[in-house]
């Protein structure tokens, strides 16, 4: 079974500044695909980034990319410009073939104005 | 907009008292997901329907079930609602995991 690790239970950064969520993965695939959610407070989970295993370019969103390093497995989020909109819980999670999404524990972050 | 549609919002609930959560999709995706997230942890899924197959995990409660009557609707029904059942319950839909899913707002589930 495949297990996420979020070793940042919680976060706090200026506003502008640009901060890094941690995460690790554990399994025995080569092809899978990984994403970032984010949970504001009271409001619906949203998909921030998703990166496939396969591909070596890390994936960006605008002001989101991710650092994949698949034989390190690990697979962190960088958010340049920090907004206080970021205010969020974020989730890793690990998705393989027709299982489910497996979630990491979550990083609450707080950008401080 | 297409989206996850889940009602009510808030919903109180007493002791012991049936309580049945509903979720709506306009997305047309096939697969639909029941998860309860309590106080800052991670979802913790609870069913999930492929198509009409329902598929529960091991460790949901007897107290949990659900029903899929359409492709569009998802009903969660709660037996007898205990106090460790208050959390946030979140629906979820995907047309292939592998693209991520698309979550409703939730339902904050408040048992007395």
């Known amino acids: 079974a495949q297990t996420v690790t979020q070793s940042q239970p919680e976060m706090s950064v200026q506003e502008a500044e640009t901060v890094t969520l941690s995460c690790t993965y554990d399994t025995s695939e080569s092809n899978y695909y990984l994403f970032w959610y984010k949970q504001p407070p009271s409001r619906q989970m949203i998909l921030v980034i998703r990166q496939e295993a396969y591909k070596q370019q890390n994936a960006t969103e605008n002001r989101f990319s991710v650092n994949f390093q698949k034989a390190a497995k690990s697979f962190s989020l960088k958010i340049s410009d920090s907004q206080l909109g970021d205010t969020a819980m974020y989730f890793c999670?690990?998705?393989?073939?027709?299982?489910?999404?497996?979630f990491g524990t979550g990083t609450r972050l707080t950008i401080i104005p | 907009d297409a989206m996850v549609i889940q009602n009510p919002r808030y919903q109180v609930t007493q002791f012991g008292k049936p309580v049945t959560l509903s979720c709506s999709q306009t997305?047309?995706?096939?697969?639909m997901y029941w998860y309860q997230q309590k106080s800052s942890q991670a979802p913790k899924l609870l069913f999930h329907y492929y198509d009409k197959d329902f598929n529960n995990e091991a460790d949901t409660p007897d107290n949990f079930q659900s029903r899929r009557p359409n492709t569009s609707f998802c009903f969660l029904d709660i037996r007898s609602p205990g106090l460790g059942d208050a959390a946030m319950y979140l629906c979820?839909?995907?047309?292939?995991?592998?693209?991520?899913?698309?979550f409703g707002s939730g339902t904050r589930l408040t048992v007395v």
């Open positions: 997305l047309n995706h096939n697969v």
């Open positions: 979820a839909t995907s047309a292939r995991g592998a693209y991520g899913y698309t």
């Open positions: 999670a690990f998705f393989f073939g027709n299982e489910k999404l497996t």
